[in-house]
């Protein structure tokens, strides 16, 4: 079965400093992977996405993810902290199933970010 | 363009009411997705419809909970006899067709029973 476990509930970074939130997945085959943002009383937005091309991934707002295939790996990082990117963060897997997409969720990391 | 709206923003109601959320999706999205939040998780998937119909129904928890989607477009969440346990925020989705279409979330519904 297809599965996510983020390692920290809660980041806290200072402005400028990089940002890392840690993912693990599990799979029994090639997996699809993503991060979703969800800001305050908004929805969930698309930050980036692994479908099985380049292992290093970028996405919007200065956010990429490297898949490690090795160490069942998808770690989001961004180098410079911003106030604005406070918010929920989930590391999501995918489970294909005739021509859809059903998403698993983890239990999600909520960064913090201080001047 | 418009994303994906979800009415009510809020509802409370009492244990044992019947309560319906809707979700109208964008414009030509034929595969919509309902998941469930509950405080401090992470979304958990209800139902799939492509199109008109319900493909996949595997994370509804119980008979209590059904969907429609009768002319592919906006759908409804129905909940009958609700309990406290179904207090969460309910969220909506919608993608074009085709494998790893990004899927566009709502902002939810927040659900609370009393």
């Known amino acids: 079965a297809q599965s996510v476990t983020q390692l920290d509930s809660h980041v806290s970074v200072s402005e400028g400093t990089p940002v890392l939130l840690r993912c693990n997945y599990s799979?029994?085959?090639?997996?699809?992977l993503f991060w979703y943002v969800q800001h305050p009383n908004k929805g969930l937005q698309l930050l980036l996405k692994?479908?099985?091309?380049?292992?290093l991934v970028k996405g919007i707002n200065g956010f990429e993810a490297e898949f490690k295939k090795s160490e069942t790996s998808f770690h989001l990082t961004k180098p410079s902290a911003h106030m604005s990117d406070a918010a929920e963060y989930f590391c999501?897997?995918?489970?294909?199933?005739?021509?859809?997409?059903?998403?698993?969720f983890g239990a999600g990391t909520r960064l913090a970010v201080h001047p | 363009g418009a994303g994906v709206s979800q009415t009510p923003s809020n509802k409370v109601t009492e244990k044992g009411k019947y309560v319906e959320l809707r979700c109208d999706p964008i414009?030509?999205?034929?595969?919509l997705y309902w998941y469930r939040q509950s405080l401090g998780q992470g979304p958990e998937f209800l139902i799939y419809?492509?199109?008109?119909?319900?493909?996949?129904d595997s994370g509804l928890p119980n008979d209590r909970f059904f969907a429609v989607r009768p002319e592919g477009s906006v759908s409804t969440l129905k909940i009958q006899r609700t309990e406290r346990g179904d207090s969460a925020v309910y969220l909506c989705?919608?993608?074009?067709?085709?494998?790893?279409?990004?899927?566009?979330f709502g902002p939810g519904t927040r659900l609370t029973v009393l």
């Open positions: 692994y479908t099985s091309a380049a292992t």
């Open positions: 414009s030509g999205h034929t595969a």
């Open positions: 799979s029994s085959y090639s997996p699809s």
């Open positions: 989705a919608s993608s074009s067709a085709g494998d790893w279409n990004e899927q566009f």
């Open positions: 419809f492509q199109g008109t119909g319900a493909a996949d």
């Open positions: 999501v897997v995918s489970v294909r199933s005739g021509g859809y997409n059903k998403l698993i």
